[in-house]
């Protein structure tokens, strides 16, 4: 089956610009996350969406990121105004139905981002 | 306080040996589920294994194995019989209780030498 998609593999701004990340998951899959890797740590849960819903958006510094999933399938992450600090990797990842036991989360290649 | 914490940055292994990867973990909650991935130069997460807390025999998956003891709040992952190709980032996080949130650690490099 195929993976997890995600476009674009990489992307280089200016800081104040906007960007916008895409991401289709694994077909059939109702959960999707999206997490902020920065270099030197471990991913970061940005937002979680089940269908087209979201469950948790805790995280999300919403003043400058937005995402969506309008038809619980493939979804966007938007910056604007991106930072400096923003600049990392864009990882999303799918699974079946989240909180089933082990939950198996398959992640796409990610987006790295740099904001110049 | 950090949830999830590997303190080794990074580690050096020769081919065909075990090599042991430490995770420590800090919660409260009595139910929850620690999971290992693994994360090549390509980016992507791999999941490895995963245990969860009222397991009674420790994780097992092929040359992966969760070394998990409860009472020092320890989720080691053992690599048996190194590859080559095990040379990657591997990150330990858990997820605790109800909570779809999974926490991760800082990650430790593994290198893999002929």
């Known amino acids: 089956e195929a993976g997890v998609a995600q476009s674009p593999r990489y992307k280089i701004i200016e800081k104040r610009q906007s960007v916008a990340f895409w991401c289709n998951p694994i077909?059939?899959?109702?959960?999707l996350y999206w997490y902020q890797q920065i270099l030197g740590q471990g991913p970061k849960l940005l937002i979680q969406f089940q269908n087209n819903g979201v469950v948790d958006d805790s995280q999300l510094p919403k003043d400058r990121f937005s995402a969506e999933r309008l038809k619980g399938v493939d979804s966007t992450l938007k910056i604007q105004p991106a930072k400096l600090e923003d600049s990392a990797v864009y990882l999303c990842?799918?699974?079946?139905?989240?909180?089933?036991?082990?939950?198996?989360?398959?992640f796409g290649p990610g987006t790295r981002l740099t904001v110049l | 306080a950090q949830k999830i914490t590997q303190t080794q940055p990074g580690m050096f292994v020769q081919e065909k040996e075990a090599v042991t990867l430490d995770c420590t973990y800090d919660t409260s909650d009595p139910s929850y589920g620690l999971f290992w991935y693994k994360q090549p130069s390509s980016g992507e997460m791999i999941f490895l294994i995963y245990q969860g807390s009222y397991d009674q025999q420790n994780a097992t998956e092929g040359r992966y194995s969760l070394n998990f003891q409860k009472a020092r709040k320890s989720a080691n992952l053992v690599i048996s019989a190194s590859q080559l190709g095990d040379s990657a980032m591997y990150f330990c996080?858990?997820?605790?209780?109800?909570?779809?949130?999974?926490?991760f650690g800082r990650g430790t490099s593994l290198i893999v030498h002929p």
């Open positions: 996080a858990m997820r605790e209780g109800t909570s779809y949130i999974p926490t």
């Open positions: 077909s059939g899959h109702a959960t």
């Open positions: 990842a799918s699974s079946t139905i989240a909180g089933s036991g082990v939950d198996e989360q398959f």
